[in-house]
């Protein structure tokens, strides 16, 4: 067992700078000297010296042999993988090379509708055709649930030459899918399982949240080890735990997506992170796990509040719950997630991840302390006196189905296409998705013919001005079809 004190990349980057060598590579602001003074003046001198390139002692991404390999392999052994990249284009790269791996030129993948929009980019780049899978609608708080094995079982009975399946797990919302069981079904199947599991890698490290997907049998896991285990942002983590997987086909995937000028900063970032989980990891997300709890309790208890917890287990594919995720509803009193979203940041200087039209989400983790719980919940205790005389919403309605497959993602990428009025574009193919943002789940992808359905959906969206990811009109006055 490796020793997970040691930080290799970090430490070659002291003795680098350590050395002080005349200085004629890439980045060019060789350290501080050549940074503006008002950043400077910010943030000091000591961060840009970390900033550096490929040098005999700091390694080289692509072709790893040194520092660099040494802190992917003690990642892979404490997240328990059989070898680990790091990824410094977040986790959207590691899906990418995922799926590209998967359909390898043109085979089938199962994707659901849930997935992160990367999924689609992993299939315009490598020509992959999808198999969608649709999950349950949890009603009560109008979230996008799990995936059920039997549902993976069914896609395979109707498409036994797929190749794999991506499954989003934990989501957003904290929301675990059955991950043994489709993985048992895809390897029963001789397909591969790929977890998004952006949102997981704390799971590891505490039995009050969600089993990891590596610990449940997926054969590859991405995440985003930014997003709550204390990385900077844009770096994550590619894990393999599989004999199923060609190595050299994935690594040359890889090249495909990552830059050639790998951020010194983010690997640092990836290799100290680990360092600190290693150590204290357990400590770390019973922390954030416990001031969720407590946070929850409360909210609860405040009248026109709820905020979802464990009690979806069970429900709509649900498997399990991430509790550090606080999905906080205010329609019993008529507010939408969006407004209390607005309400909690502009007149309480309170920021939350995103919202829905119900819900907004708070991600707690172990960097929070308590008064930051605090200020969420007196919050939402003064926004519940000053509303009490709203009116109920409407039931969440559920995603629009799958529209009409005509065309390959990647086909209806590179055909000829049209800018056409919106209001013109029902029965037209679509040539860019459409993702309600956050969390970015496509109703449409480019290949699928625009249904009404589809079109009502993200009409009504569009009618409160909401947030849409895909659109190159952003406004969505227009939209671009195949010609």
């Given at each position: 067992?490796?020793?997970?004190?040691?930080?290799?990349?970090?430490?070659?980057?002291?003795?680098?700078?350590?050395?002080?060598?005349?200085?004629?590579?890439?980045?060019?602001?060789?350290?501080?000297?050549?940074?503006?003074?008002?950043?400077?003046?910010?943030?000091?001198?000591?961060?840009?010296?970390?900033?550096?390139?490929?040098?005999?002692?700091?390694?080289?991404?692509?072709?790893?042999?040194?520092?660099?390999?040494?802190?992917e392999q003690l990642a892979a052994e404490l997240w328990g993988a059989d070898y680990t990249h790091f990824l410094v284009n977040g986790s959207?790269?590691?899906?990418?090379?995922?799926?590209?791996?998967?359909?390898?030129?043109?085979?089938?993948?199962?994707?659901?509708?849930?997935?992160?929009?990367?999924?689609?980019?992993?299939?315009?780049?490598?020509?992959?055709?999808?198999?969608?899978?649709?999950?349950?609608?949890?009603?009560?708080?109008?979230?996008?649930?799990?995936?059920?094995?039997?549902?993976?079982?069914?896609?395979?009975?109707?498409?036994?030459?797929?190749?794999?399946?991506?499954?989003?797990?934990?989501?957003?919302?904290?929301?675990?899918?059955?991950?043994?069981?489709?993985?048992?079904?895809?390897?029963?199947?001789?397909?591969?399982?790929?977890?998004?599991?952006?949102?997981?890698?704390?799971?590891?490290?505490?039995?009050?949240?969600?089993?990891?997907?590596?610990?449940?049998?997926?054969?590859?896991?991405?995440?985003?080890?930014?997003?709550?285990?204390?990385?900077?942002?844009?770096?994550?983590?590619?894990?393999?735990?599989?004999?199923?997987?060609?190595?050299?086909?994935?690594?040359?995937?890889?090249?495909?997506?990552?830059?050639?000028?790998?951020?010194?900063?983010?690997?640092?970032?990836?290799?100290?992170?680990?360092?600190?989980?290693?150590?204290?990891?357990?400590?770390?997300?019973?922390?954030?796990?416990?001031?969720?709890?407590?946070?929850?309790?409360?909210?609860?208890?405040?009248?026109?509040?709820?905020?979802?917890g464990r009690e979806l287990i069970g429900r709509a594919g649900i498997h399990d719950y991430d509790i550090t995720r606080l999905v906080v509803?205010?329609?019993?009193?008529?507010?939408?997630?969006?407004?209390?979203?607005?309400?909690?940041?502009?007149?309480?200087?309170?920021?939350?991840?995103?919202?829905?039209?119900?819900?907004?989400?708070?991600?707690?983790?172990?960097?929070?302390?308590?008064?930051?719980?605090?200020?969420?919940?007196?919050?939402?205790?003064?926004?519940?006196?000053?509303?009490?005389?709203?009116?109920?919403?409407?039931?969440?309605?559920?995603?629009?189905?799958?529209?009409?497959?005509?065309?390959?993602?990647?086909?209806?990428?590179?055909?000829?296409?049209?800018?056409i009025p919106w209001m013109d574009a029902r029965g037209r193919i679509a040539a860019e998705m459409i993702a309600p943002y956050p969390p970015?789940?496509?109703?449409?992808?480019?290949?699928?013919?625009?249904?009404?359905?589809?079109?009502?959906?993200?009409?009504?969206?569009?009618?409160?001005?909401?947030?849409?990811?895909?659109?190159?009109?952003?406004?969505?006055?227009?939209?671009?079809?195949?010609?």
């Open positions: 067992m490796n020793d997970q004190n040691r930080t290799p990349l970090f430490d070659a980057i002291v003795e680098y700078n350590t050395r002080k060598p005349a200085y004629f590579c890439i980045p060019g602001h060789r350290y501080e000297k050549g940074i503006s003074p008002i950043w400077r003046e910010a943030v000091g001198d000591a961060i840009f010296s970390f900033d550096l390139t490929e040098t005999p002692l700091t390694d080289d991404l692509h072709h790893a042999s040194g520092a660099i390999m040494e802190a959207t790269s590691g899906n990418e090379a995922m799926i590209i791996t998967a359909t390898h030129g043109g085979g089938k993948v199962a994707i659901p509708r849930n997935a992160h929009k990367s999924a689609l980019m992993g299939l315009i780049i490598g020509g992959g055709n999808p198999v969608y899978i649709m999950p349950e609608l949890e009603r009560e708080w109008g979230l996008h649930g799990g995936i059920a094995p039997q549902a993976v079982e069914d896609m395979f009975r109707d498409n036994p030459d797929c190749r794999g399946v991506m499954v989003v797990s934990p989501t957003y919302y904290g929301i675990a899918s059955d991950i043994k069981g489709i993985a048992d079904v895809c390897h029963q199947h001789g397909a591969i399982l790929m977890v998004d599991e952006a949102h997981g890698a704390h799971c590891y490290f505490s039995d009050r949240l969600p089993q990891g997907a590596l610990e449940l049998g997926a054969d590859m896991c991405v995440q985003s080890i930014h997003k709550v285990t204390g990385s900077l942002t844009q770096s994550s983590m590619l894990h393999v735990k599989s004999d199923r997987i060609k190595k050299s086909r994935l690594e040359s995937n890889l090249t495909l997506v990552q830059s050639t000028s790998p951020s010194y900063l983010l690997m640092t970032s990836l290799d100290v992170a680990r360092q600190d989980m290693a150590a204290r990891g357990k400590e770390m997300i019973d922390k954030a796990a416990g001031l969720a709890i407590d946070a929850r309790e409360r909210i609860n208890a405040i009248p026109g509040m709820t905020c979802a509803s205010a329609d019993d009193i008529g507010i939408t997630g969006f407004d209390l979203k607005k309400m909690l940041f502009y007149d309480y200087n309170v920021d939350m991840e995103l919202a829905d039209y119900r819900n907004t989400l708070a991600i707690v983790t172990f960097a929070n302390e308590k008064e930051d719980l605090d200020r969420l919940v007196d919050a939402l205790e003064d926004i519940a006196e000053k509303n009490q005389d709203g009116s109920l919403l409407p039931l969440a309605k559920k995603l629009p189905e799958q529209p009409e497959y005509v065309l390959s993602p990647r086909q209806a990428y590179f055909s000829d296409r049209e800018r970015g789940i496509p109703v449409i992808y480019p290949g699928e013919r625009m249904s009404d359905e589809v079109w009502e959906y993200v009409e009504a969206f569009r009618q409160r001005n909401g947030h849409l990811h895909g659109p190159s009109d952003g406004k969505l006055s227009t939209y671009v079809v195949v010609r």
